[in-house]
């Protein structure tokens, strides 16, 4: 460890001083493109509409102070690429020149700001975070991805955490979880409570709720996609930072005019200190486990957790037509502990342990051919494994299990641009996906090993449409899936459409056909330790049926001095989910069964900017109902129907100082509770209606500050402070019922309370 952490300071020095060596005094002079639109927008104040990936990469010195506005545009459309084109709502469209082959330009930014800075809405009816030019959400400092996705209507989390994220009514499984194109079946550290997808590498963000690209398959409730830079970076940079939970570093190394290099690594501090955070993280991870409850004659001691992830893109542009980028990811969550026991004078302990890890990697091709033409080969190979021991200390006992996950794929796309307002995407994708899984029993000996191989054949194609005056954008395609095992035939139809209207009005519409192969379950509550108990287990097309998906949402926006407000309607229907997917802990719990989940809601969000301060007010509605035709209730509400929510926050930013506050507000998720009366019937509790009743109201105060400083003229530093939960609220997140000794007992699952957190970084 000491030699590796040697390693990593001689890279950032030497990297540092050569920083220094390569770069002259007028370019010391320029500045991003993104940061003096952004100051302009200011000056003039008007609006840049821009798709962030065109400008992320692009350096210039800026114009004048004394230059019109008039005078500006001409001046930046001299300096750059790009055309700048000013519309009558004082919006400036930012469009590449023609003579450039971009696939991006039907993908601009219909509304920047959409929460807060660096959250914009677009014109394919995704979302996108521009990790770069982030503002601050409430309870962050850092921006982890998959908590800054919540800040969005109709995205909860069930339990508080990062690995049940619940978007539209749908379980974490059914998300599809991409790092540059890598599908990943793992999402958290602490098993949930913080993302595994280290920031400072992460550049951009993409959220599509519904209306997919044809190109992608799975996340039949949605897509969270996340990007590294696309571009070379001729300039030498990193950070180092330190917060309560990990420390972690960053370095962009300029190999040639051809070729750059990012690395990234976090490894958690529990090894030097245990923080109040740590510990307020470990308790909640570890509450109604074996980790904390044991038998009484049993102690538990030497409990330890760690984690850690490593990162690297490389991208290297063989000329000015063909590219050719790498990545890499490897992650890891290892928890231990010690169970001890005293039988007379003899003494014995042995260590239980759980482990999460993924490594993946990925390598891409592109060609632009001609200025129409252009084709991307993509590979990856993703490996998830989840393994626990559990030693009965007192049985002397071992029992190993192991769920893997292995997966490859392989796709390549076409893309041609027909004209200005046409292009066309076609191409083919190959996935396979083996999942093992193992129970191991020592004594008496019993081991079970299935391992299930699926391969599935997809062949999509899509067309998109982007008017002259740039108001209107259809985006439709059809994708068609052969999975061979099963000589399975799938069509899937896509659909975005958005139109803008008497100046500061939109419209969108859209629709998609999914499905996927894979499902998280749950066989005991009490396996893999009762920590992280889902394993993840392939389709047969029997009682595991394949997941599809059909979702149909339209909605109305207005934008116009600051304001916005967006509404959207939204119908979705699951089959083919499982019970044992769903996470059931009534009388449902040991059910094996399969049947469907429809979902109807409303999404709604109104936010306002004025100056430098920026509020929001979000609400959901949902009503999501499942139905098992061969339970006893063939229909009932849902697990995740979370009725409604609100959030609300405000922010407040400067050049140095970022302040933001919010609240976060659920009606309770459902549960299902013993008849009062009549609490036990032939020694099994007897339920009321399934999710009949729900827990209390959720309810969390959550605040940030961030503020930026120069340690010299070369580099600035960062100190923030959040707290999550600033009111100590207790929120009951679960609960679920047992009998013990003929007495009904209720198990009460918490949130995290007040957690403080205190993050220091310096940037160079």
Do not use: C
């Not at 790092?179 to 590498?201: A, E, V």
């Not at 609490?679 to 999710?691: G, K, S, Y």
């Amino acid at each position: 460890m000491a030699i590796q952490i040697k390693r990593l300071i001689t890279v950032l020095f030497l990297g540092f001083i050569f920083s220094f060596q390569i770069h002259s005094q007028d370019t010391e002079k320029k500045k991003p493109l993104s940061e003096i639109l952004s100051a302009l927008e200011q000056r003039f104040n008007i609006q840049f509409n821009y798709a962030e990936d065109l400008v992320s990469n692009v350096k210039v010195i800026g114009p004048s102070q004394s230059f019109s506005l008039e005078e500006v545009l001409n001046y930046l459309k001299e300096k750059t690429n790009f055309i700048f084109q000013l519309t009558d709502d004082n919006t400036v469209l930012v469009i590449t020149k023609a003579a450039d082959f971009d696939l991006q330009e039907l993908s601009e930014i219909i509304v920047s700001g959409y929460i807060v800075k660096g959250i914009n809405k677009l014109s394919n009816g995704s979302f996108e975070i521009d990790v770069s030019d982030f503002d601050i959400l409430p309870g962050l400092i850092d921006t982890d991805v998959l908590h800054a996705v919540q800040a969005f209507s109709g995205i909860q989390s069930i339990n508080e955490t990062v690995s049940n994220i619940n978007i539209r009514g749908g379980s974490h499984d059914q998300n599809l979880i991409l790092w540059d194109d890598i599908k990943m079946y793992q999402s958290g550290h602490f098993f949930g409570l913080i993302s595994m997808f280290n920031p400072q590498i992460t550049e951009r963000v993409s959220l599509t709720k519904n209306g997919s690209a044809t190109e992608f398959t799975d996340g039949v409730s949605g897509t969270i996609s996340m990007q590294t830079e696309k571009e070379v970076n001729d300039t030498f940079k990193g950070n180092v930072g330190i917060n309560f939970i990990d420390a972690n570093g960053f370095v962009d190394i300029p190999i040639s005019d051809k070729s750059s290099l990012q690395v990234a690594a976090r490894k958690s501090i529990s090894d030097f200190t245990e923080t109040p955070t740590y510990n307020n993280f470990f308790e909640r991870i570890s509450q109604d486990t074996e980790v904390e409850n044991n038998a009484m004659s049993i102690i538990n001691s030497d409990k330890a957790f760690d984690f850690y992830d490593a990162s690297l893109r490389w991208i290297y542009k063989i000329n000015n037509k063909e590219e050719l980028r790498v990545n890499f990811i490897n992650v890891a969550n290892e928890l231990m502990f010690n169970e001890n026991t005293s039988m007379g004078s003899v003494e014995d302990s042995r260590q239980s342990s759980l482990s999460q890890n993924s490594i993946a990697g990925a390598i891409a091709y592109s060609k632009i051919w001609n200025t129409k033409w252009q084709t991307t080969l993509e590979a990856y190979e993703t490996d998830y494994k989840l393994k626990s021991i559990n030693a009965n200390v007192l049985e002397s006992q071992r029992f190993l299990q192991e769920n893997k996950v292995s997966e490859t794929s392989l796709k390549l796309k076409t893309n041609y641009k027909i004209n200005d307002q046409l292009q066309l995407q076609n191409g083919y994708h190959f996935v396979e996906t083996q999942i093992t899984n193992l129970d191991d029993v020592d004594i008496p000996r019993f081991r079970l090993l299935v391992s299930e191989v699926v391969r599935t054949h997809g062949v999509f194609s899509q067309l998109s449409y982007k008017s002259k005056d740039r108001n209107t954008t259809i985006i439709t395609g059809l994708r068609y899936n052969y999975i061979d095992k099963f000589s399975k035939h799938l069509l899937e139809p896509r659909i975005s459409f958005s139109h803008k209207f008497l100046d500061h009005f939109s419209v969108e519409a859209l629709g998609e056909f999914k499905n996927q192969n894979t499902s998280q379950v749950v066989n005991f509550q009490n396996d893999f330790l009762g920590i992280e108990k889902r394993r993840w287990q392939l389709s047969n097309n029997d009682d595991i049926p394949v997941i599809q998906s059909r979702q149909g949402s339209i909605g109305l926006s207005f934008n116009k001095n600051g304001w916005l407000i967006n509404a959207d309607g939204y119908y979705k229907k699951v089959k083919g989910i499982t019970t044992q997917s769903q996470g059931f802990q009534n009388q449902y719990e040991f059910e094996r069964t399969s049947g469907f989940n429809e979902v109807r809601g409303l999404d709604f969000i109104i936010r306002k900017q004025l100056e430098k301060f920026n509020s929001w007010l979000s609400y959901s509605y949902m009503n999501s109902d499942y139905s098992f035709k061969d339970l006893a209730e063939s229909r009932f509400p849902s697990n995740f129907n979370i009725r409604h929510a609100i959030t609300f926050g405000t922010n407040y930013t400067s050049e140095k100082l970022k302040l933001s506050a919010g609240l976060n507000w659920n009606s309770g998720r459902p549960t299902t509770r013993p008849i009062e009366d009549n609490a036990i019937l032939n020694d099994d509790i007897n339920f009321e209606a399934t999710n009949s009743s729900e827990l209390q109201d959720y309810l969390r105060v959550d605040v940030s500050a961030l503020y930026n400083f120069n340690l010299s003229s070369k580099a600035t530093a960062n100190l923030g402070l959040s707290i999550w939960n600033l009111l100590d609220r207790e929120n009951i997140v679960n609960n679920f019922y047992r009998i013990n000794d003929g007495e009904i007992v209720e198990i009460r699952q918490r949130s995290l309370g007040i957690t403080p957190n205190v993050v220091f970084r310096v940037n160079f």
